[in-house]
């Protein structure tokens, strides 16, 4: 069965560069969540989607921003990047109000 | 105060052992969800519950809405279980989730 699907997994980046992630959900979820994991820590959310329009917003710096596309995948990008943003970050996707599924997580390090 | 609370932080027990992982939560809820994390690895997403007991081979989870207390129970674990053990709340029917800081799981042969 299809899994939500991240990319990349892994991504080592310069501090001030930008950095983009990739969530493609499960065919026919319609609400997709983005989490931030840092080291040692329990995930944070981010923000969240709902049929293409943000639907909740958690703590994502400024430097952070995010979009659904109209084939529900869904983008975090990143710019300024700082040593603290190397974490883990994960995707979720529902078919709201059904059950959750994780992606893998896309692994970010900043050097 | 964290809004999602588990006990224990971690946990050690022999193979075969029985064991239970406790959440317990301050807020109002529209589910809980319960997760698996392996080291370095991805989320995998075990129960969501809104009321009730579920069971899944082994693994058993409960909740008390009116306690706003859940469990998870591993029957016979094995070393492959070792894993920390997340507990997940959801706020309104398209809300996020706020997470407990997990338990650490280890089971010895």
């Known amino acids: 069965a299809a899994g939500v699907i991240q990319s990349p997994r892994h991504l080592i980046k310069e501090k001030r560069e930008t950095a983009t992630l990739k969530c493609y959900p499960i065919?026919?979820?319609?609400?997709v969540y983005w989490y931030q994991q840092g080291p040692g820590q329990d995930p944070q959310f981010l923000i969240s989607?709902?049929?293409?329009?943000?639907?909740d917003k958690g703590s994502i710096p400024d430097r952070f921003s995010a979009q659904q596309f109209s084939d529900y995948h869904s983008e975090l990008n990143m710019s300024s990047l700082e040593l603290g943003d190397s974490a883990l970050y994960f995707c979720?996707?529902?078919?709201?109000?059904?059950?959750?599924?994780f992606g893998e997580g896309s692994r970010l390090t900043v050097l | 105060k964290n809004e999602v609370e588990q006990s224990p932080q971690n946990l050690t027990a022999q193979e075969g052992e029985f064991i239970t992982i406790n959440c317990s939560y301050s807020?109002?809820?529209?589910?809980l969800h319960w997760l698996q994390q392996h080291p370095g690895g991805g989320i995998v997403s075990l129960f969501m519950?809104?009321?009730g007991k579920k069971k899944h081979g082994r693994l058993i989870a409960t909740i008390n809405i009116q306690e706003k207390h859940s469990s998870l129970h591993i029957t016979a674990s094995h070393p492959r279980d070792s894993a920390v053990y997340i507990c997940?709340?959801?706020?309104?029917?398209?809300?996020?989730?706020?997470f407990g800081k997990g338990t650490k799981l280890s089971v010895k042969p």
């Open positions: 997940a709340v959801r706020t309104g029917s398209q809300g996020n989730l706020i």
């Open positions: 519950l809104s009321s």
């Open positions: 807020v109002g809820i529209s589910a």
């Open positions: 989607f709902y049929e293409k329009m943000q639907s």
């Open positions: 065919p026919r979820h319609d609400t």
């Open positions: 979720a996707s529902r078919e709201a109000p059904g059950e959750l599924f």
